[in-house]
């Protein structure tokens, strides 16, 4: 009976409109003001407060004070995967509601960050080109780095010393590809890495995130990928299948 409650409860929070929106933008694994997610919800400052007080007291987001500011995040990857999980079955199994896609829409379907990993077309073309080069084994209930793909993730730069107790290697269904993509120590990483290198940039407001020249040149080096489009920088491709391991 608790935990029936206890869903409840989390079911409520997270399908209020304004509550899921805030939620939605704190999936970019940034912190943000209440004054920003008011911004992004469309609603009052106060209003906004309330709800985030609401979101913290239940553990979805955590705060932390800075001199006159309140940063909020996602309180960890457990509420990201359940947040994202979610987007997966309303992509999935829920009948598509008919609105025209936004160049927003297709950047995040290019690449974006989902809370501390990538995903998307670009996400998951990394991952196919880890498996297919013998450095990742997947499947549906987890993931293993090889002997050649820590060798591998070592040599492109990418730490991947346990820090905290969390998941090392796992796969994460991509709502918008239906694919895996990595999430996890190793999805994170990688992720981490793409962005120290300049390959991939944060679009302001946004979960997307940018391809650079240098990006499209690394991931055709590194890690065999060829992008062949020449509208990469709006994340929009003409073939997604061009984008492939």
Known sequence: MVAAANLVEVAALVGDTARATMLNALMGGQSLTATELAYCANVARSTASDHLSKLVAARLLTVTRNRRFSYYRIASPLVATMLESIKVVAAIEVPPRRQPRSANDDALRFARSCY???AGQVGVAVTDALVA?????LTDEGGEVTSSGARFLSAFGA??????RRVFCQPCLDWSERRYHLKGLVGARILDRLLELGWLKRVSGSRALQLTSSGKAGLSEIFQIEINNEDVPTGRLRDPRRLTA
């Open 133 to 137: 080069m013998g450095h990742i084994l």
């Open 116 to 118: 501390d990993h990538l």
């Open 159 to 164: 730490d991947l010393r346990p820090r905290t």
